[in-house]
Structure formats: structure tokens, C-alpha cells
């Protein structure tokens, strides 16, 4: 299978604990993006690549919330000390570049964040 | 700022039943347009797109057509099956941004033999 994959699927932390999550995007994809999806709702945008530099971020992410993509491959979000409001589905998705400049993004499973 | 409003689920219907979702935005210029679907157990999939005024999506049966006169992408199928069961997300990208996608808050639909 040679889709996004993240890492882990689920996990559970207490309060004020320190959080992180990795994605592995499309072998040759360049763009690499975070969204966040709590129960009902659709994704919310929270940061997005592309190869190495960070070109958007959104005001959802605030300075608990860094995301990195150090060699334009896989990438992280670290959540600093979480609080319950935190708990969510982390979406990661990416994409290459298309002739028409509206690129396809094919997200990952996501990571499900519980804080207790 | 660009939003999505579609219609609130679940929707619950027949097999063979014709199968609309009506999805409106709000956005300067002209943003491109999408539906997404997430099966059950699964992650989100594109499903169509449209980059343009008046442009057509197409897939598995699946229609929406850009309107921008009216600001509106509905999604339609004209014979749904158990198999379309699923929560569908409208959303689009603004002209002003390469990365963000901006997502309605999905539709269930829900659809039985």
C-alpha cells in the first residue's frame, strides 16, 4: 500500500502531557498538510508544506501546536502540554502538484487523539 | 472568510433512490470545489472536483456541477446503493491560498435495501 500512512492510530494521554505525531506522505508527493476533524464536523485546516518550508498555518494552531518536515518527507506535529479541548482526529493529507494548479489531496487515516 | 454550508444529515434512503446534497460557499473570486467521502471505517477519498465556473464532476455515478450564479456545488446520484453509504464533504480551496482546503461539515447518508 503505497498511500499516506500515519503513526499511531490512536492514542490516549492525560492532561498537560506532551504528544507526537508522524505521517508519512505519498513517496512523490512535495505537499504535505495537517487538518484536524472533531466528532460531526468536517477537517479544519492546520498547517500546511511544502517540501521542507512551512507556507501556512492556521490560527487554530497555536503555540502548543509545531509541525515540522525537516528533509521534505515525513513530518510531525507535537501538541505541548494537552489539554482535553485537544482530543480530535489528526488528518494528515498530501499531494503533487497538477496541470491545472488544483492538486488532489489523499489524506491518511488519522491519528485519534483521546486527553483524559 | 470562505465557508461551506451543506445540508444537514443523516439522510436516509431507498435503494434505486435518487440521492441530492445540496452544498453552498461563500467565497471571493473563483475557488475550485470538491467532494469528499468517508466510508465507514475508512479515510476521506476524493470523490469529484470542479476548478471552474459551469464545470462538470464525474465519478462512480456521482455528479455536482460548478454553479457560480447561484454559489452552490449539490452533489447528485440518480440510484444510489447500500454500498453509497457514507458521510459526504463539500468543501473548496480559496483563490488565496494553495494549501487549505476549507470542508462543509459532511452529510450521512445512509441507504437501505
Known amino acids: 500500500d503505497t498511500g499516506v500512512s500515519q503513526d499511531p492510530r490512536h492514542k490516549i494521554t492525560k492532561r498537560g502531557q506532551n504528544v507526537t505525531f508522524r505521517c508519512d506522505p505519498i513517496?512523490?508527493?512535495?505537499?504535505l498538510y495537517w487538518y484536524r476533524q472533531t466528532l460531526g464536523q468536517g477537517p479544519e485546516f492546520l498547517t500546511y508544506?511544502?517540501?521542507?518550508?512551512?507556507?501556512?498555518k492556521s490560527r487554530l494552531l497555536s503555540d502548543r501546536f509545531s509541525a515540522e518536515r525537516p528533509k521534505g518527507s515525513f513530518s510531525t506535529l507535537e501538541i505541548q502540554r494537552t489539554e482535553q479541548g485537544d482530543s480530535a482526529m489528526y488528518l494528515c493529507?498530501?499531494?503533487?502538484?497538477?496541470?491545472?494548479?488544483?492538486?488532489?489531496?489523499?489524506f491518511g487515516p488519522g491519528t485519534r487523539l483521546t486527553v483524559l | 472568510g470562505d465557508s461551506v454550508t451543506q445540508m444537514e444529515g443523516p439522510v436516509t434512503l431507498s435503494e434505486e433512490a435518487f440521492l441530492t446534497i445540496n452544498c453552498t460557499y461563500t467565497?471571493?473570486?473563483?475557488?475550485?470545489l470538491f467532494w469528499y467521502v468517508q466510508y465507514p471505517g475508512e479515510g476521506l477519498q476524493l470523490l469529484l472536483k470542479?476548478?471552474?465556473?459551469?464545470d462538470k464532476g464525474s465519478n462512480k455515478g456521482f455528479e455536482a456541477t460548478y454553479r457560480k450564479e447561484t454559489t452552490s456545488f449539490h452533489l447528485e446520484k440518480g440510484s444510489v446503493q447500500v454500498s453509497d453509504s457514507a458521510v459526504y464533504f463539500c468543501?473548496?480551496?480559496?483563490?488565496?491560498?494553495?494549501?487549505?482546503?476549507?470542508f462543509g461539515a459532511g452529510t450521512q447518508v445512509v441507504v437501505t435495501p
Open positions: 493529507a498530501s499531494s503533487f502538484p497538477e496541470g491545472d494548479a488544483t492538486d488532489t489531496q489523499y
Open positions: 513517496s512523490e508527493h512535495n505537499r
Open positions: 508544506f511544502q517540501n521542507e518550508a512551512q507556507l501556512e
Open positions: 467565497a471571493t473570486g473563483y475557488p475550485s
Open positions: 470542479a476548478t471552474k465556473a459551469d
Open positions: 468543501a473548496l480551496r480559496g483563490t488565496d491560498s494553495w494549501g487549505k482546503l476549507q
